[in-house]
Every structure is written in C-alpha cells, then in structure tokens.
C-alpha cells in the first residue's frame, strides 16, 4: 500500500497529538495502581454478591489493605476463623460494630452495655483491631432529647476507665434524620459535646461524611470544628450511598481538606458500589483520591 505526502503527514500528526494523551493516560493508570492503605473496605456493602468470608478474599485481591465490618456477634461468624483468615490476606482490620441496640437512652440498658464493651475488647484484641464502633442513641418516648443525651453520655462515661486500661478506642457514629430515623444523635454538634465532656482520648466520634452532609452540610467546616474527637472517618457520595464520585460531594477536594486537618488515621468504606461493580468503584474512589 502506498501513501502520500498528506497521508503520512496526517498520520504523523495523529501521533504528535495522541502520545501525550496515551502517555497521560498510561501515567494516570500507573498512578491509580495501588489502593491507599488509609482505607478500610467495608465487609458488609462490597461484594455483597459473595458469601461473607469469601468478601475478605475479593478486598485482599482488588488491593486493600485495610477493612472493616458490622456485627461480629452474629452466630454465622466465627471472630477467630476471620482473624486468621485476615492474618492469611495481610488484611488489617481496624474496627467493627459493638453495640447497635437497644438505645442508651433508657439507663436499665447500660449495665448490658458496660458487659458488651468487656466483650468488644477481647473481641478487638482477638482481630488485632484498634477500635470498634457504637450507635445506641435510638429514641425513647419516655425521655426528651435533653434527657436522652444526657443518659446516653452516663453510659460512655462509664466504660471509661475498662477502656482506657484497654488501650482500644470505642467510636460513637451518630446518624441522620433523611434515611435513619428514629435516632436522637444526627449529624455532629450533640456528639462533638459529649465527647468533648468526657474527655477521654479512648472515646471518640465515627465521623461519617454521608450522614454528615445529609443530616446539616457545611462538611469540611463542622469536620474542622470537630476534628479533635474525630477517631475515625467513613465516607460515601450523595445521593446513593455510594462510592465518591457518583454524587454531589467534590471528594477530591475533601480529602485534600482532610490532609490539611493533620488526620492520620483510617477512612472507612462504608459506600456500595453503584450496581455493585466494584472494579468501577475503585477506579471513582482513585480518581477521587488523586483528581
């Protein structure tokens, strides 16, 4: 086949113009290889396709390091068979979910609670894992908010000192009042206060950037208000729930924001990934993390 002069000019051009395209491309691709071991991946919304163990498996083979899950006192999970299954993986795990119920606003509930914080520290110990996570601010008819704070304040006080002996950081993540109703701790000041008149470097917020922007907004200015109790961060684009870069939320700049607050500690991925594509997930997620 032959060519003339305004073919392999043409063709010569294509090529100027497209290389540094590729390149940038290639470089980008590079770039996003490997997965921040800041992030933990969350057990409970990533491969919900597979059985729960096998979930560890998928999060070790996409690139993470770190992870996260729910309710470990659930009699189809054996606390043991997932610290040596994470062992195995060279999976960290760095927290798990303690106490969801019943609500720390009635006080004939905190001894069952103070009983359940003994538990989650021997359970942390067993996973190897820093912290673990506790709701328990559902509301009570019999108590105002006033009241139900007040109480809910009494219980954390009480496991305190247990905690502080442990060395383990007990996480409170308040919620929001759009899609979890029914909770008198949303969004942050409430919680900000608490922890704030506990003051103990063992009791801490789970600072959840979803339940944040959907409960009062202004995200990176209650974050930097508050960062001081913050133990832990989970995100997740809005509207959805989920990955960063499917919503509303400019995650680039968050996490910019974030570097900015001096947090070194972990960020949970507590989002699912849109049509449960994981692989697509991870690639909003890093082009988030890099812009």
Not at 157 to 177: A, D, H, Q, W, Y
Not at 227 to 251: F, S
């Amino acid at each position: 086949m032959r060519f003339n002069r305004r073919q392999i000019m043409n063709a010569s051009l294509f090529s100027v113009l497209t290389t540094p395209v590729l390149q940038a491309e290639e470089k980008k691709a590079k770039k996003y290889k490997n997965i921040p071991a800041y992030f933990a991946c969350n057990m409970e919304s990533w491969w919900t396709d597979l059985p729960f163990m096998d979930r560890f498996k998928a999060a070790s083979k996409a690139g993470f390091s770190a992870v996260e899950f729910w309710d470990y006192q659930d009699r189809k999970r054996n606390v043991n068979d997932i610290a040596k299954l994470c062992e195995d993986l060279n999976l960290d795990i760095i927290q798990f979910t303690a106490w969801q119920s019943p609500s720390l606003a009635l006080s004939n509930n905190h001894k069952k609670f103070k009983d359940a914080i003994k538990r989650a520290i021997e359970t942390a110990l067993v996973l190897g894992a820093p912290m673990f996570t506790v709701v328990g601010h559902q509301t009570s008819s019999k108590h105002s908010q006033e009241e139900s704070v007040k109480n809910f304040s009494k219980a954390l006080t009480s496991v305190r000192g247990i905690l502080e002996g442990s060395g383990k950081m007990m996480i409170i993540e308040p919620f929001n009042p759009v899609d979890h109703q029914g909770h008198f701790l949303n969004g942050s000041k409430d919680t900000v206060s608490i922890c704030r008149s506990i003051n103990s470097p063992n009791i801490k917020i789970n600072w959840d950037l979803y339940h944040m922007q959907l409960t009062e907004g202004n995200l990176i200015g209650e974050l930097r208000s508050g960062i001081d109790q913050v133990g832990y961060i989970q995100i997740a684009d809005a509207p959805g729930r989920n990955q960063p870069g499917t919503g509303e939320l400019n995650y680039n700049f968050i996490f910019d924001e974030i570097k900015k607050m001096k947090y070194n500690g972990y960020i949970g991925l507590e989002c699912w990934p849109r049509n449960n594509n994981s692989e697509e997930a991870i690639r909003d997620l890093l082009a988030s993390v890099y812009g």
